[in-house]
């Protein structure tokens, strides 16, 4: 008689509690965030630790939405966002695509880009660059300096490497050239790459106020990361919305509301493209 023997792993439930861990210690700050920006001012100084609103009010998100400084650094980080996100897929795809290919100099380039990936001018450089070029106060000065980034790119390159020859040689007997090739054999087959890079391109310019802060002197031009930074380092959300009112609601309750709507896009944009992500990255990284 045949018994089997059943064989009791620890690494499952270790993984999936520590896992479990993480998504609680990630979860909290935003259900804080959530809580306080719907809550009272009363409710908030009682609670030290505020999961869920005693009493809904949507006095703060009708504030920040009735701010025209608020809702014009929204369209300005949206430009941003897409113009931004365009060029640096359209900059990386190919240059990746011209050095997975046998031309002159693909050493001497892939050099570069190493060297770019290890070594960075730094801010008082960049800067110099950045003025003289005269982009500074424009928001070309928050796109062309980062149009590629390094790491991608050599993600890229693996991906394209990694296009079987055939098809390229099938092309070429049609009588494309290396464009036509690009534009309808190469892109076509690259989405989930270019799904999972623009994911975190669009990420990093939505998320970016350093650059703004450095490069962008006038406020309206300044990003809703620029505007969120100035207030909570200076504490006063009505100044830095323009909103100079007597019944404003509290500062904190409006950081939060003002928090929780710059947020909001990029959580409704990521599981439309969740699908894409592992898939792009992973197909870059283990062909080569």
């Not at 390094?150 to 092309?171: C, S, T």
């Not at 049609?174 to 790459?193: E, H, V």
């Not at 620029?226 to 323009?242: F, H, K, S, Y």
């Not at 509290?250 to 599981?271: F, R």
């Amino acid at each position: 008689m045949n018994t089997k023997k059943v064989h009791f792993s620890l690494f499952p439930v270790i993984n999936y509690i520590l896992l479990f861990l993480v998504a609680v210690v990630m979860i909290f700050p935003f259900l804080y965030v959530i809580s306080v920006s719907f809550s009272t001012y009363t409710d908030f100084l009682q609670s030290r630790f505020l999961f869920f609103p005693k009493k809904w009010v949507t006095d703060a998100y009708e504030f920040i939405f009735g701010s025209a400084s608020f809702l014009r650094s929204i369209g300005v980080t949206v430009k941003i966002t897409a113009i931004g996100t365009f060029v640096n897929l359209l900059f990386t795809a190919t240059l990746a695509y011209t050095l997975s290919r046998p031309v002159v100099g693909q050493r001497a380039m892939m050099l570069l880009v190493m060297i770019t990936l290890l070594f960075t001018a730094g801010m008082i450089p960049t800067y110099l660059v950045v003025k003289e070029t005269g982009l500074l106060g424009t928001f070309w000065s928050l796109i062309l300096p980062v149009a590629i980034s390094p790491y991608n790119l050599i993600v890229m390159r693996q991906f394209f490497k990694g296009i079987p020859q055939e098809l390229h040689e099938a092309a070429t007997i049609d009588g494309a050239n290396d464009i036509q090739t690009f534009l309808r054999i190469i892109l076509p087959l690259s989405k989930p790459s270019l799904a999972a890079f623009g994911l975190f391109y669009a990420v990093a310019h939505w998320n970016n106020y350093f650059t703004g802060v450095l490069y962008l002197n006038d406020p309206a031009d300044w990003p809703v990361q620029v505007v969120l930074r100035q207030m909570v380092v200076i504490n006063e959300p009505n100044t830095a919305l323009g909103q100079l009112t007597e019944h404003a609601p509290p500062a904190e309750t409006v950081q939060m509301a003002a928090i929780m709507v710059a947020t909001l896009p990029i959580l409704i944009v990521y599981p439309f493209l969740q699908k894409h992500f592992a898939k792009g990255v992973m197909l870059g990284s283990v062909k080569g």
